[in-house]
């Protein structure tokens, strides 16, 4: 049986906070809440949830600075809850990377359908994404969430990473040069350290290679690097 989704209620009035989790339980969600903005972010980031509901007006950090901080980690579906009405503030809301926005006060019915919607929208991508993949061996790349795992583990990369591992990977046994990772994951116009292909190299071995005792990053003396099966 499926387990019911689990949605984190960031909202600081305790009235508006305890009406939503009685609602949201009765229509068979779990809830979770927290009143603190600072609390909450490291709590989205640390924990699972399939949604959260955040209010923008908090103590120690608001839901706009946590929406973009999160935005930087994850992609947990976020819905803005707040009294503020002004077109801009919806706009930096969503620009920030929220999935919807809701302003108090809110229809009970409309809120469900929101939440029910985006969670749904999430779940179907999700899907999506699984359907396009790289495999290689026991590593997994997804691209349309530009994560990896290996042997079932998650694994954490910068951007710059990701992308030379995605560069890697699809052109599998291919020995790539140096020239080529540079001009393609770092651009013809960077000017930076010739030696940041095999810096970033070592980082992937030692993240990957070295972490789960399994060679996928093989050096092709005076050549360049490949990734085989």
């Known amino acids: 049986m499926e387990e019911p989704a689990k949605i984190f209620i960031v909202e600081d009035e305790k009235s508006i906070a305890k ?63 707040t009294a503020l009405d002004e077109v801009k503030d919806k706009v930096e809301g969503l620009d920030l990377g929220a999935n919807d926005y809701v302003t108090k006060p809110f229809s009970l019915e409309e809120l469900m359908a929101r939440v029910r919607g985006t969670i749904k929208r999430y779940n179907e991508r999700i899907r999506e994404d699984d359907g396009r993949r790289y495999i290689v ?45 540079l001009q393609k994951v770092w651009g013809y ?24 005792g399994e060679k996928y990053i093989h050096t092709t003396r005076g050549v360049g690097y490949v990734i085989r099966d």
Do not use: W
């Open 19 to 81: 009406f939503l989790q009685i609602s949201l339980t009765k229509e068979g969600f779990q809830t979770a809440t927290e009143r603190n903005g600072r609390r909450a972010y490291e709590r989205i980031v640390q924990e699972k949830y399939d949604l959260v509901l955040l209010d923008v007006m908090l103590p120690e950090m608001d839901g706009m600075e946590i929406c973009r901080k999160v935005r930087e980690v994850s992609d947990v579906p976020i819905i803005m809850l």
């Open 137 to 181: 061996k026991n590593m997994i790349l997804y691209p349309e969430r530009c994560e990896v795992t290996v042997k079932g583990e998650s694994v954490e990369l910068t951007h710059k990473e990701y992308e030379l591992l995605q560069y890697l990977v699809e052109n599998k046994r291919n020995v790539l040069t140096r020239d080529q990772i």
């Open 189 to 212: 116009d960077y000017m930076g350290n010739t030696n940041v292909v095999d810096v970033y190299i070592s980082y992937l071995r030692s993240k990957i290679d070295d972490r789960f």
